[in-house]
T-cell receptor, first 114, second 112 residues
Framework: ETGVTQTPRHLVMGMTNKKSLKCEQHLGHNAMYWYKQSAKKPLELMFV???????ENNSVPSRFSPECPNSSHLFLHLHTLQPEDSALYLC?????????????FGAGSRLTVL | GENVEQHPSTLSVQEGDSAVIKCTYS??????FPWYKQELGKGPQLIID?????GEKKDQRIAVTLNKTAKHFSLHITETQPEDSAVYFC???????????FGKGTMLLVSP
């Protein structure tokens, strides 16, 4: 498989549940990202990892917890979410974090919080 | 920080017409401006990008222009086809920063 793969594609959870989103990239990239996409809003950067180290955290609530065990895998652990957290969560990767690095996005995980 | 404004939010054209999407940015230090296309059910995909040392770049039916003085850049699609229908995002990245700031997106609908 090539590119950036995200699972699951769709997730419905209650506010008390704990779930995880998974992202895997097969491009040999060193940087991985989580973005939140809500209707009529710009893509919101949540987290950036470079060589498994978190380099950016854009004031994301602690109910979102990222994990990057290696440069090919990225997780987003979810717990006690709110209905306003319903959105499309996009994972992306890039060769590095400097210069004009092209982002390659996955297809996203559509999250609905009831 | 950087702020990117994108217009229009929706654009409907007839097949064969041209489409233009415009973006403005606030940080004069920005030097990289990509455009992404997002089709239904897919993630955004880079279609063209431009760096601040270039005023225009073309790739077949798409072109991007950059006016650094006015801090705006535009995407031009000629001879539009139904498969061009998608949401298009512009973005900007200040020099030395690792991350992009995106616009809100433009939904382009090309009618046969």
């Amino acid at each position: 498989e090539t590119g950036v793969t995200q699972t699951p594609r769709h997730l419905v959870m209650g506010m008390t549940n704990k779930k995880s989103l998974k992202c895997e990239q097969h491009l040999g990239h060193n940087a991985m990202y989580w973005y939140k996409q809500s209707a009529k809003k710009p893509l919101e950067l949540m987290f950036v990892y470079s060589l498994e180290e978190r380099v950016e955290n854009n004031s994301v609530p602690s109910r979102f917890s990222p994990e990057c065990p290696n440069s090919s895998h990225l997780f987003l652990h979810l717990h006690t979410l709110q209905p306003e957290d319903s959105a499309l969560y996009l994972c992306a990767s890039s060769p590095g974090t400097t210069g004009a690095n092209v982002l390659t996005f996955g297809a996203g995980s559509r999250l609905t919080v009831l | 920080g950087e702020n990117v404004e994108q217009h229009p939010s929706t654009l409907s054209v007839q097949e064969g017409d041209s489409a233009v999407i415009k973006c403005t940015y606030s940080d004069s230090a920005s030097n990289y401006f990509p455009w992404y296309k997002q089709e239904l059910g897919k993630g955004p995909q880079l279609i063209i990008d431009i760096r601040s040392n270039v005023g225009e770049k073309k790739d077949q039916r798409i072109a991007v222009t950059l006016n650094k003085t006015a801090k705006h850049f535009s995407l031009h699609i000629t001879e539009t086809q139904p498969e061009d229908s998608a949401v298009y995002f512009c973005a900007a990245r200040p020099s030395g920063y690792s991350t992009l700031t995106f616009g809100k997106g433009t939904m382009l609908l090309v009618s046969p």
